[in-house]
């Protein structure tokens, strides 16, 4: 099971969140996602992935958290 995302404001584990967002989907393009990273001091830092424009329980039903370390820049495969 996944951890809940996180709180923008920081982690309760005393983390401090990093938001970042990418741009609307152009047509033929895969839509864009946001990714929140959550730094924390009791483990590895956490990044929730979701579809920046869903609030509410869409967006609840559409996250992904993964460790830090397993996300990578696009640019940096190609």
Known sequence: MSDPPPNPGGDPAGGRAVRSSASPP??????ALALVVVHRN???DRATIHPPMVVGVA??????????SAVVDLAAWR
Not at 59 to 68: Q, Y
């Open 26 to 31: 152009e047509a033929g393009r895969p839509p």
């Open 42 to 44: 009791d483990g590895p």
């Open 59 to 68: 967006r609840m039903e559409t996250w992904l958290s993964v460790d830090r």
